[in-house]
């Protein structure tokens, strides 16, 4: 095992992240909030600290391989959540620790799951700390360190920190060198933040609530700087809103190739066009469900289509509170929650291009029952996709079930209810937000005994990594001098 490389991963990350606290002295300052200025900037130092700590070991040109990468980007996350965490903790916005890290460890997997009641009485400098973990988490931490300075000279090797933190069951890199896939990666993601700020300005909301909104939308995180989230807003910006959830919601790689040009082969994207099927058909069906409910057909769609675009996406922002809704509009949600959204997106979820191969691999094997001798491969995208691709697909499904199974039975715990247990386990270990019941969009999880937090938590992490970097930190043979003698998870091949 690399531990200096692992110990100057963390130490950059930290570095990175004092940096980013400090714009909150900024607003907080703008807005007259002195009180919490100091214990921001003490947050920054000792971020700082112990990053420049971390960073005095120097790697040198020993190797690193895949388990070094899981290792280094589950113990990332975790530092900076909990250095986050600070600046809610040491101000008194919120009192306990676990709280103020149960809201960090949410914001930086772009849950957006919530332990405030009253979200609008946190100072303004906090809430823009508090939003801005959704975009920094939503493209990746790692991505964003990696686009700024190579881990190693070429960029060969970085590619375990980009696949460890990368969603979906296939990653690659856009292009041969690793430092310049997460710069193209940024550089969209940042295009696409900068157009949707333009257009919420253009429907004039304010500067403040405008930045927050694209934070939440870009990382497809949903922490709202209202009570009723973006229910108070213009049917504009809600339109605005619900089409660039959408748009994040979508594998990076298609809009990669429509920029180089490659219209045909981006339009060729199987799981683009299965993800906006559901989408379309889940807000069709529950329009029909709801038309009761609103005065016209078209804001009927309209909210059903925000709603829609939010869960599938795992955003998490609201216009409504869906929890009233009829029983088929609320089942059509929870699939939504399952389901999530394209891989290599900064949406959450189980991810559209697993259900698809999935139903792939169902039809080769019913081929199979009735013609033994026939032998069919699984293509997606005119590409062979190869059975340890497969493998890792069942693979993440078995443990993904085992986590939600095991955290329900701690969550229950609670003694809230079937509903609300499974909803708040499916909403955390997919990076949604809201539930149902307590925890739904007009609630919060502040409720839940600190058991249940801490389980949540954990599910956050595991969802917004996908599992395998977590179960590889606490694997003992992980750790072992020898190493895993194990396959990949995920394969780079596409």
Not at 209 to 228: C, H, M, Q, S, Y
Not at 259 to 275: D, F
Not at 433 to 461: T, W
Request: aromatic share 12%.
């Amino acid at each position: 095992m690399n531990y200096k490389m692992i110990a100057n991963v963390i130490g950059r990350i930290l570095c990175i992240e004092a940096v980013f606290i400090l714009p909150a002295c900024l607003i907080s300052l703008y807005y007259g909030e002195m009180a919490v200025i100091l214990p921001i900037v003490i947050s920054a130092l000792l971020t700082a600290a112990v990053g420049m700590l971390l960073l005095q070991p120097k790697p040198g040109q020993t190797p690193y391989y895949a388990r070094e990468g899981f290792v280094a980007v589950a113990l990332s996350w975790l530092m900076i959540s909990v250095f986050g965490a600070l600046p809610f903790y040491i101000s008194g916005a919120i009192p306990s620790f676990l709280d103020s890290f149960f809201e960090t460890v949410s914001g930086f997997t772009t849950t957006g799951a919530s332990i405030l009641s009253d979200v609008e009485s946190l100072p303004k400098g906090l809430l823009y700390w508090r939003s801005f973990t959704h975009w920094l988490g939503g493209m990746g931490v790692l991505v964003f360190v990696l686009a700024v300075h190579p881990m190693s000279k070429g960029g060969g090797q970085s590619v375990y920190l980009l696949r460890a933190e990368s969603p979906g069951p296939e990653v690659s890199k856009l292009v041969p060198k690793t430092h310049s896939s997460a710069k193209i990666l940024y550089g969209m993601y940042i295009g696409l933040s900068v157009l949707q700020f333009v257009l919420l300005a253009l429907g004039g909301m304010p500067w403040f609530d405008n930045i927050t909104t694209v934070f939440g939308t870009a990382g497809t995180g949903g922490f709202a700087i209202r009570g009723d989230s973006m229910g108070g807003y213009s049917t504009y910006i809600q339109v605005v809103v619900t089409v660039f959830m959408t748009l994040f919601g979508v594998n990076f790689s298609v809009y990669y190739l429509l920029v180089m040009g490659k219209i045909k082969q981006a339009l060729r994207n199987e799981e683009l066009w299965l993800y906006l099927f559901i989408q379309a058909a889940a807000t069709a069906v529950i329009s029909f469900n709801i038309r009761s409910l609103f005065p016209t057909m078209g804001q009927t769609v309209q909210q059903a289509a925000f709603q829609v675009s939010s869960i599938m996406t795992t955003t998490g922002f609201a216009t409504a509170n869906f929890d009233l809704w009829p029983e088929l509009s609320k089942w059509v949600i929870l699939l939504l929650m399952f389901i999530g959204a394209s891989a290599g997106s900064t949406g959450g979820g189980m991810k559209v291009s697993r259900v698809l191969l999935m139903a792939k691999a169902a039809k080769r094997e019913r081929k199979r029952a009735v013609n033994p001798r026939e032998v069919t491969v699984i293509r997606m995208d005119g590409r062979m996709v190869g059975d340890d691709t497969m493998q890792g697909i069942w693979m993440y499904l078995t443990y993904y079930l085992i986590i939600m199974l095991a955290s329900m039975l701690v969550v229950s715990t609670n003694s809230y209810g079937v509903e609300v247990s499974l909803s708040a386990v499916v909403s955390c270990l997919n990076n949604i937000g809201p539930g149902f019941g307590i925890c739904g969009p007009a609630g919060s999880f502040a409720e839940f005994n600190p058991l249940s937090k801490v389980v949540l938590c954990v599910d956050m992490l595991l969802g917004r990594l996908e599992i395998m970097p977590f179960l590889m930190l606490i694997a003992p043979a992980a750790w072992n001098k020898r190493g895993l003698n194990w396959r990949p998870f995920r394969t780079a091949r596409r």
